[in-house]
């Protein structure tokens, strides 16, 4: 099937065309600046149009089955990819306080297609929904029941598309049937999050009632003493002012002032104090997270690496699996600089876990998803 998979911002709009019996790219891009005024697209609906226009002659040789839409938040409704109509599509917009940035673009690129062509079928593929088979006992704050029922409070965790694409790969490489397989995989990019794989499904992960929860990130500070929010507003801070505080400018950012991995990784190779210490932050909160889920999942049989960090920085592997010794972690010098687009083992053969790096591939994952989602309707 040919899908073309549409990852929108409030912002921009990402696009790929897939085929998914190939597993070809044949056209990919970004459309920004909606809505900015200038040059750019005045909205979702006429960046569309510049989609439509920059694919024609493509289109045109071979035109699309379907269109599956990353949606950030499912909330508690939706477990799995589904195809869109109206109702999806205001159930999709009753989630948008859980996730005021996301789910009004994504609706937005979904009414925008549904305008331009109104019989494509079209499939929402959840960031949330891999999680929807945490217990209750990972999922729960320790909060007034009230919250949740009133407001939604709750665990729901995201980067979901990514973990489970990145499960299935890593199970196949080590040929270790899905449902038996338990392991620790960690999505390092410009977010992070980990997530405890049970028998093939999430039973744990970092991030919370929003991707700000868990590690150390590009710019988001992850866990911090939720009391620090309570004295930054008595010190005259806005909601918003923290909201921007910890989102945008903390993580390696707020730690270092980049959050570019490569540019901390050699500062700190230079000597640099400052850099040096931002790795040991993220390194050692990433290390005590993983043990944590070693033992959440009754011992893993893997530790995974994927994204931007975990598939590029081999000085990052190195750092993290040098804080795992407890556990018998222990990486191959030579694996582990290889470079490749190839799922891999990287430890040494005498490690008590294999460590593997499995490219994530979230596209694909949407396009395979939406594929099956329309041949099964
Ligand atoms: P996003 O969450 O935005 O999708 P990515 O998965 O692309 O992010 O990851 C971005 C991170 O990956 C950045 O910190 C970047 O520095 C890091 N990264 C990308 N390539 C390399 C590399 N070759 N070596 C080290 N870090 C890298």
Same mark, same amino acid.
Request: proline share 5%; glycine share 10%.
């Given at each position: 099937?040919?899908?073309?998979?549409?990852?929108?911002?409030?912002?921009?709009?990402?696009?790929?065309?897939?085929?998914?019996?190939?597993?070809?790219?044949?056209?990919?891009?970004?459309?920004?600046? @909606?809505?900015?005024? !200038?040059?750019?697209?005045?909205? /979702?609906?006429?960046?569309?149009?510049?989609? %439509? &226009?920059? #694919?024609?002659?493509?289109?045109?040789?071979?035109?699309?089955?379907?269109?599956?839409?990353?949606?950030?938040?499912?909330?508690?409704?939706?477990?799995?990819?589904?195809?869109?109509?109206?109702?999806?599509?205001?159930?999709?917009?009753?989630?948008?306080?859980?996730?005021?940035?996301?789910?009004?673009?994504?609706?937005?690129?979904?009414?925008?297609?549904?305008?331009?062509?109104?019989?494509?079928?079209?499939?929402?593929?959840?960031?949330?929904?891999?999680?929807?088979?945490?217990?209750?006992?990972?999922?729960?704050?320790?909060?007034?029941?009230?919250?949740?029922?009133?407001?939604? @409070?709750?665990?729901? !965790?995201?980067?979901?598309?990514? /973990?489970?694409?990145?499960?299935?790969?890593? %199970? &196949?490489? #080590?040929?270790?049937?899905?449902?038996?397989?338990?392991?620790?995989?960690?999505?390092?990019g410009n977010g992070v999050s980990l997530t405890a794989i049970e028998g093939g499904a999430s039973i744990d992960t970092s991030?919370?009632?929003?991707?700000?929860?868990?590690?150390?990130?590009?710019?988001?500070?992850?866990?911090?003493?939720?009391?620090?929010?309570?004295?930054?507003?008595?010190?005259?801070?806005?909601?918003?002012?923290?909201?921007?505080?910890?989102?945008?400018e903390s993580g390696l950012k707020g730690l270092y002032g980049d959050n570019d991995m490569r540019a901390i990784v050699d500062?700190?190779?230079?000597?640099?104090?400052?850099?040096?210490?931002?790795?040991?932050?993220?390194?050692?909160?990433?290390?005590?997270?993983?043990?944590?889920?070693?033992?959440?999942?009754?011992?893993?049989?893997?530790?995974?690496?994927?994204?931007?960090?975990?598939?590029?920085?081999?000085?990052?592997?190195?750092?993290?699996?040098?804080?795992?010794?407890?556990?018998?972690?222990?990486?191959?010098?030579?694996?582990?600089?290889?470079?490749?687009?190839?799922?891999?083992?990287?430890?040494?053969?005498?490690?008590?876990?294999?460590?593997?790096?499995?490219?994530?591939?979230?596209?694909?994952?949407?396009?395979?998803?939406?594929?099956?989602?329309?041949?099964?309707?």
């Open positions: 099937m040919r899908v073309l998979v549409i990852n929108s911002g409030s912002s921009s709009l990402k696009y790929q065309v897939r085929d998914t019996d190939t597993n070809e790219v044949a056209a990919s891009g970004l459309i920004d600046r @909606i809505g900015e005024g !200038g040059s750019g697209p005045a909205d /979702h609906g006429e960046a569309m149009d510049q989609v %439509a &226009a920059v #694919l024609e002659g493509e289109l045109a040789a071979r035109p699309l089955d379907a269109v599956g839409h990353r949606v950030v938040h499912g909330g508690e409704r939706f477990s799995e990819p589904v195809l869109i109509n109206n109702e999806i599509t205001r159930a999709i917009e009753r989630l948008n306080p859980l996730a005021p940035l996301h789910n009004p673009a994504n609706v937005l690129g979904i009414r925008a297609i549904t305008a331009k062509w109104p019989d494509m079928p079209q499939v929402a593929v959840f960031d949330t929904a891999f999680h929807r088979t945490l217990p209750e006992h990972a999922w729960r704050y320790a909060v007034p029941d009230a919250l949740y029922r009133q407001y939604g @409070i709750r665990r729901y !965790g995201f980067h979901g598309t990514s /973990h489970e694409f990145v499960t299935g790969r890593a %199970a &196949a490489l #080590l040929d270790v049937p899905l449902d038996e397989f338990n392991a620790v995989i960690c999505h390092l991030m919370g009632f929003t991707p700000l929860e868990g590690l150390v990130m590009g710019t988001r500070s992850g866990d911090i003493d939720p009391s620090i929010l309570i004295f930054l507003q008595r010190q005259g801070m806005s909601a918003d002012d923290i909201d921007k505080l910890l989102n945008r500062a700190a190779a230079a000597g640099d104090a400052r850099a040096k210490l931002a790795l040991d932050i993220a390194s050692y909160r990433l290390a005590k997270y993983i043990g944590g889920y070693h033992v959440a999942v009754g011992g893993a049989h893997a530790l995974v690496f994927t994204a931007g960090i975990g598939e590029n920085s081999a000085d990052f592997r190195a750092l993290v699996a040098s804080r795992l010794g407890a556990l018998g972690v222990k990486l191959d010098g030579g694996a582990n600089l290889v470079r490749s687009s190839a799922p891999r083992v990287v430890s040494a053969p005498d490690s008590a876990i294999p460590v593997l790096v499995v490219p994530t591939d979230e596209e694909q994952a949407i396009a395979e998803a939406t594929a099956a989602v329309v041949r099964g309707a």
